[in-house]
Structure formats: C-alpha cells, structure tokens
C-alpha cells in the first residue's frame, strides 16, 4: 500500500492513560496493521498483564471491531494477530493520530494472511525502539513510527518506507529529533534487489517535485524537504536468516554505496546503517550493533 508521507516537524506526542484502553487498541491496530497481544501489551502497557490486553481486545471483538488470525505453529500458544474490521477500520478513520491517512487496508483474514509475516516483523522492530527509548528515558511511543510511508521518486516510480521512525534523545536539558526510514528485510529477496532499495532513496535525496505549469528554479528545493527539516537517515533491519547469511547482505549494501555514484552521494551526506533484528531485540538499538555502510566500526545508530 502506498500513502502519503505524514508531517515530520515533531513527534506525536504520547496517547494519556487516561484514555481508554480499547480506544488506544483500535489506535494502534490502525497505526500498526497487525499486532500479537503480546506486541499490544509491550506498546500500549508494558507494565501490566496479558490478561488486560486481552479482555480489551475480546470485548472489541464481540463489537465486531476487531478480529484475528491463529498464526501457522502456534496451536499450544495460540498466538492470535489482530487486526481492524471494516467496522474497526471506520470508526478509526477519524482519529486525531490518524488524520489525513488513507482508509485501512487489511480487513480480512486473507489479506492479513499475505502480509503478517511481514508486518509483524515490523512492529519487532519498533518495539525494539521503544524498548530502548523506555529505558534510556528517551521520547518514541506508539504514534512515532509510521508504516508503509510512500514518496514520489519522479517518472511515475515511488519509494516505500517500510516505516517511518520519529525519535527524540533526551540528554538533559538537550532535545535531540532524529528521524529514519526504515528498511525490514527478512531475506525473502536477493541481496542485490535489497541493495537497490538504496539507489531509489538517492532519487528520493535528488528529487525535486515539479508543480504544474511552473518552470524549474535553480533555488529549487528537493521535494522531501516537504515533509522533513533534514533528510531522514536510512535504516536496514535484516532477519530471518544464518548470521553469515545476513552479513554478505550487508555487504551488499555497503558495496552499493562504495560503487553507486547516487547512492555514494547519498552516503556522504545522510547516515546509513544495517543491523540485525535479533542483535537489536537483545542489546538495543543504542548498542553497537549498526554496521555504517559507508565505512568504519559498528556504533549506535544515532551515531552513524
């Protein structure tokens, strides 16, 4: 699905308890797609039981708002993925945090079938994020990471984000924003089809937007600067294979931005990073675990 990018001045700012907790589950399975109890419990309350998210999301089904899929191996567990119904998804649509978005795409269990594979992998790694921020006193909740954010790249082509991550480090007194597009790849392509993700976030870089029946200035501005104050730095999460695997496709992303003349522009002028999800999930996005691939020593990825 593509969608118009949302405004990144600032970040959203955190939903108040004090709102309803199945307000905040329809919130976020319209933000988010599809989400596990288990992935709603770690975003919307960390701190509380299993059992308060799921009399929230029962009593949403019995209103015909939400519904789920058993996912593939997990008959002992019962792992369940939820997500809106139409009904959800109408009443979602007018939500503040949900302002100016498209309708919600994934109303049924066939097409949350095709896509919970990968969208679950994405919230992992967004709740690897706000696990981090949580600890680290850091600002990045549930409404700071936008999926499938979608901008023109010129000749009808378009780069997909498969999220959008807002981030704020707080040092202090010191209120540093950081934003990303975020790549999640679970080697279901090759590694060189994943590498060219970076030359169309070079065109993204390069692109200016043309309005209709207005000449190009030579003080024109890049298009995304439509949407960002600086150019979001890029983000690849790689898992679902060996971890020799997963390092030749990081290698693959940093051959393609030593070789590529757009992409090795891009490089010097916007940080680039891979890490592994697992890695991420265990240690935290703040360790030294992002591979910078223009070169040099892994670090943290708000250091690359």
Same mark, same amino acid.
């Not at 789920?68 to 809106?84: E, F």
């Given at each position: 699905?593509?969608?118009?990018?949302?405004?990144?001045? %600032?970040?959203?700012?955190? *939903?108040?308890?004090?709102?309803?907790?199945?307000?905040?589950?329809?919130?976020?399975?319209?933000?988010?797609?599809?989400?596990?109890?288990?992935?709603?419990?770690?975003?919307?309350? =960390? +701190?509380?039981?299993?059992?308060?998210?799921? *009399?929230?999301?029962?009593?949403?089904?019995?209103?015909?708002?939400? +519904?789920?899929?058993?996912?593939?191996?997990?008959?002992?567990?019962?792992?369940?993925?939820?997500?809106?119904?139409?009904?959800?998804?109408?009443?979602?649509?007018?939500? =503040? %945090?949900?302002?100016?978005?498209?309708?919600?795409?994934?109303?049924?269990? $066939?097409?949350?079938?095709?896509? $919970?594979?990968?969208?679950?992998?994405?919230? *992992? $790694? @967004?709740?690897?994020?706000?696990?981090?921020?949580?600890?680290?006193?850091?600002? @990045?909740?549930?409404? +700071?990471?936008? =999926?499938?954010?979608?901008?023109?790249?010129?000749?009808?082509?378009?780069?997909?984000?498969?999220?959008?991550?807002?981030?704020?480090?707080?040092?202090?007194?010191?209120?540093?924003?950081?934003?990303?597009?975020?790549?999640?790849?679970?080697?279901?392509?090759?590694?060189?089809?994943?590498?060219?993700?970076?030359?169309?976030?070079?065109?993204? @870089?390069?692109?200016?937007?043309?309005?209709?029946?207005?000449?190009?200035?030579?003080?024109?501005?890049?298009?995304?600067?439509?949407?960002?104050?600086?150019?979001?730095? %890029?983000?690849?999460?790689?898992?679902?294979?060996?971890?020799?695997?997963?390092?030749?496709?990081?290698?693959?992303?940093?051959?393609?931005?030593?070789?590529?003349?757009?992409?090795?522009?891009?490089? *010097?002028?916007?940080?680039?990073?891979?890490? %592994?999800?697992?890695?991420?999930?265990? @240690?935290?996005?703040?360790? $030294?675990?992002?591979?910078?691939?223009?070169?040099?020593?892994?670090?943290?990825?708000?250091?690359?």
């Amino acid at each position: 699905m593509t969608m118009p990018a949302p405004s990144a001045d %600032v970040t959203s700012p955190p *939903r108040s308890r004090v709102e309803p907790l199945r307000h905040q589950v329809l919130a976020a399975l319209a933000q988010h797609r599809i989400a596990t109890t288990t992935q709603l419990r770690q975003m919307l309350r =960390p +701190d509380g039981t299993r059992q308060l998210i799921s *009399r929230a999301l029962n009593k949403l089904r019995s209103d015909n708002l939400v +519904d789920h899929r058993v996912l593939p191996g997990s008959d002992r567990s019962r792992t369940r993925a939820w997500y809106l119904t139409p009904d959800g998804a109408r009443l979602t649509r007018d939500l =503040p %945090v949900l302002r100016g978005r498209p309708p919600y795409p994934i109303t049924s269990t $066939t097409a949350a079938s095709l896509k $919970t594979a990968h969208t679950l992998t994405v919230v *992992r $790694t @967004h709740l690897a994020f706000a696990a981090d921020a949580r600890r680290l006193g850091h600002e @990045h909740g549930p409404w +700071d990471w936008t =999926p499938e954010v979608s901008h023109s790249i010129g000749e009808g082509e378009r780069v997909v984000a498969d999220a959008v991550l807002y981030y704020t480090a707080v040092e202090g007194e010191q209120r540093r924003k950081l934003r990303a597009f975020v790549e999640v790849d679970r080697a279901t392509m090759s590694g060189e089809r994943l590498a060219v993700k970076l030359i169309d976030y070079a065109r993204l @870089h390069q692109y200016e937007a043309q309005l209709v029946g207005r000449r190009r200035s030579a003080a024109s501005e890049p298009g995304w600067m439509r949407w960002y104050p600086v150019f979001p730095r %890029v983000l690849f999460v790689l898992t679902g294979a060996s971890r020799t695997r997963l390092e030749g496709r990081i290698n693959d992303l940093q051959a393609m931005a030593a070789q590529h003349p757009l992409v090795a522009a891009l490089a *010097r002028q916007v940080p680039l990073g891979a890490a %592994v999800l697992e890695d991420l999930e265990q @240690h935290g996005p703040a360790a $030294t675990v992002w591979t910078p691939l223009a070169g040099g020593a892994p670090r943290p990825w708000t250091d690359l």
